[in-house]
């Protein structure tokens, strides 16, 4: 069984930084890409950054030059480094990995359970 357990959450003040980690647990095959979501207070659910087994990443306009998304492939675990935070990036961050498991081969989409960043004015 395949879990995402994120951690890093937290309270911060404008200008300040976090860093978010999420790991991917369980008997995994492959891993496709790994990528961070939030869900704003009266918002959508947006794609923050991705970061492919390849290497290659992109990132919303909004945290470009801001937010970094990096991987360690040994240990399944993403990361997601916040920096100059504005009250606009608090939201309930969510941790996504696109994986095959060893369990049935077949290529899934997995969330985590979210974490809670809010950035004081």
């Known amino acids: 069984q395949v879990q995402l357990v994120e951690s890093g959450g937290g309270v911060v003040e404008t200008g300040g930084s976090l860093r978010l980690s999420c790991a991917a647990s369980g008997s995994i095959f492959s891993i496709y890409a790994m990528a961070w979501y939030r869900r704003a207070p009266g918002k959508q659910r947006e794609l923050v950054a991705r970061?492919?087994?390849?290497?290659?990443?992109n990132y919303v306009d909004s945290v470009k030059g801001r937010f970094i998304i990096s991987r360690d492939n040994a240990k399944n675990t993403v990361f997601l480094q916040m920096n100059s935070l504005k009250t606009e990036d608090t939201a309930v961050y969510y941790c996504?990995?696109?994986?095959?498991?060893?369990?049935?081969?077949?290529?899934?989409?997995?969330w985590g359970q979210g974490t809670q960043v809010t950035v004081s004015s």
């Open positions: 970061l492919t087994t390849y290497g290659s990443t």
């Open positions: 996504n990995a696109d994986l095959t498991p060893m369990q049935d081969a077949v290529r899934h989409v997995y």
